[in-house]
């Protein structure tokens, strides 16, 4: 309310000989945004219409043979596959682990200052030290998880989590959940304490339950928080290349080679620049109709509000 | 009847605490083992049975990381390169999202989402075409080669948090100013800039994270070992056949530790100004 009364007295106290300098103050950031961002993607869809090899190499216009040539084969297909999986197990491990801790700590530690600035802690740790610290707890010959496990005659032989064709991929997953989740706490946790306790405590009157209340009250009220950030979360898991990377370089086989993975093995290990940016270009479109799905399903927070039968929180959706 | 409604209410309390010592296992466990791995002996770590408590602690996986390997290089090099990154994201940033707060002008909106756009772009489609002009360029093996690509992904995401942030300040003062004639960039940097100072240290903090960890365009622009940062030069310690894991795992506490104490100073401003971000 107050920032739209501002705005109003802002267009009165900053007229038109001000466009200028208020553009000029822009400027440098756009064209910065256009060089290194806006540049490239053209850039890339010129070269996907090319044969270029190595950066020195004249590239020859090939037309589209490179996007049939990646559409015949399973390369491209393969990865698709790992990435849909990788970002909709991420997704789901992630909001069901930051829904139960957030509810969790809600009570106990509702203003503690202490687990908020712990639960973000593992996301500022760079990635290369929880790459190095998963490949060492992991290994499989001197690893510590093997170790305790066997230390409780739980397994005879330390299991190779991530050198295994049917482990590797969950274990990734998890590893990358670890370090996400209390991101989606701190998230959840924020937007838990914007529900008005009166709401609880009238519920707790009436005689609810507490999973009642989670879906009659917590629930409404976080949906659209958790929207934005299942968005936002989506893509950028979508987009993570340095922990698989690091941690198994697509392996083993190609049982972790997402499509980042695909595209930069493509053009920096095989050399061959053309068709790495076709499946550039082919992530791109991918990843564009994950976010559209989630832009146009507005209609899913009325498909959560249908499917919880819920019509007093409608203003908070 | 009374009874029974506290034991229930105690059993209750006891499954969260524990629930909440299962997850501080889980969060901490990893750190605190590779806490513990970077203080231990080498030879005890590869012996199939090491110690899981803090016992026979040596610095010698340090004295090795600084004195045996090009460690203190990287760390030189990422910080070159994270100051420099930071110092142009922050300026640019405050800039643009003074600008954008504080005037009107045609397509506004649209740059507005252009910027939280940014944030999300997939850096892999950027890379090739990235890595064909710096080649051109001869900017290959050149910190600014990573800084240029870092400012691009840092300082939108920086305006956009700033923006919102800035709508907090109130336009009383600056239109005082104004009256009295002071010149635009003087409100800016005079009466507005110290105003900001909490939402410019969290973009600042968020600069500074990115770009200490960066490592796909780090890894593909630099090749010199003497020129490489900190995660594409601590990669090369796996690429070894006989890992050196006490040394191994110094290097990534030694590469942690700078922005975890960075971090606990700052991390709540941090918080509150990201978490208020988002759920606006």
């Known amino acids: 309310m107050t920032d739209i009364k501002l705005n109003k007295r802002n267009q009165k106290a900053f007229r038109f000989p001000d466009e200028l300098f208020g553009a000029a103050l822009l400027l440098p950031l756009l064209v910065w945004i256009l060089a290194i961002m806006g540049y490239p993607l053209i850039a890339t869809v010129w070269l996907s219409l090319t044969n270029q090899t190595v950066p020195a190499s004249p590239a020859v216009f090939i037309g589209i043979e490179n996007y049939k040539r990646i559409l015949s084969e399973p390369d491209f297909l393969n990865a698709l596959k790992n990435s849909i999986n990788w970002t909709i197990g991420n997704t789901i491990v ?57 230390s409780l005659h739980l397994v005879q032989q330390a299991p190779n989590l991530l050198g295994s064709l049917g482990t590797s991929m969950p274990t990734l997953i998890v590893l990358n959940s670890w370090r996400w989740f209390p991101f989606l706490v701190v998230i959840i ?30 629930f409404p009220y976080l949906t659209p928080t958790l929207l934005v950030i299942g968005l936002l979360g989506t893509l950028l898991a979508f987009n993570v290349f340095d922990l698989i990377y690091l941690i198994t370089r697509g392996g083993p086989v190609t049982s972790t080679t997402t499509l980042p993975i695909l595209v930069y093995k493509t053009a920096f290990e095989a050399n061959r620049m053309g068709i790495a940016s076709a499946y550039a270009v082919l992530t791109f479109i991918v990843m564009a109709l994950f976010a559209a799905i989630y832009i146009y399903g507005g209609g899913i927070t009325r498909w959560f509000k249908y499917l919880f039968g819920r019509e007093a929180s409608q203003e908070h959706l | 009847m009374d009874q029974k409604s506290n034991f229930k209410r105690l059993f209750g309390i006891l499954v969260i605490v524990i629930l909440i010592m299962v997850l501080s296992v889980i969060v ?53 390169v994270t100051l420099m990154t930071t110092l142009i994201s922050v300026l640019l940033a405050l800039h643009g999202a003074y ?24 850096p892999i489609v950027l890379i090739i075409p990235l890595f064909k002009v710096l080649h051109t360029f001869s900017l290959i093996n050149n910190p600014w080669s990573l800084i240029i690509v870092y400012v691009a992904f840092c300082a939108p995401f920086s305006a956009w948090l700033l923006e919102s942030f800035f709508h907090s300040i109130p336009l009383e003062v600056e239109e005082a100013a104004l009256m009295d004639g002071a010149g635009r960039l003087r409100i800016l940097y005079e009466i507005f800039l110290p105003l900001t100072s909490p939402g410019l240290l969290s973009v600042a903090l968020f600069s500074i994270i990115f770009s200490w960890s960066e490592y796909m365009f780090a890894v593909t622009f630099l090749m010199n070992e003497d020129k490489m940062t900190l995660p594409v030069g601590l990669s090369h310690f796996l690429s070894i056949y006989d890992i050196n894991w006490g040394s191994v795992s110094a290097g990534a506490i030694a590469t942690a530790l700078p922005i975890a104490i960075l971090f606990g100073f700052l991390g709540r401003i941090f918080i509150k100004n990201v978490t208020q971000g988002t759920i606006k």
């Open chain 1, 94 to 150: 992630q909001v069901l682990l930051g829904y139960t801790v957030a509810l969790l700590l809600n009570y106990p530690l509702r203003r503690s200052r202490f687990a908020q600035t712990m639960s973000i802690m593992p996301w500022v740790i760079p990635t290369i030290t929880m790459a190095l610290t998963w490949r060492w707890m992991l290994d499989a010959t001197n690893g510590v998880l093997g170790y305790i496990l066997r």
């Open chain 1, 189 to 218: 946790l924020a937007a838990l304490q914007n529900i008005p306790q009166e709401e609880y405590d009238a519920a707790t009157l009436d005689g609810a339950s507490f999973i009642r209340q989670f879906f009659d009250i917590s």
């Open chain 2, 28 to 80: 901490l466990g990893p750190i605190y083992w590779i806490l513990l791995s970077s203080f231990k002996h080498a030879r005890e770590l590869v012996s199939g049975h090491p110690g899981l408590g803090p016992t026979n602690l040596t610095l010698e996986n340090f004295i090795y990381l600084f004195q045996r390997t090009l460690f203190a290089t990287y760390l030189k090099n990422s910080t070159f």
């Open chain 2, 99 to 122: 600008s954008l707060r504080r005037f009107n002008f045609r397509g506004k909106t649209l740059i507005e989402r252009l910027l939280l756009l940014t944030y999300m772009f997939p």
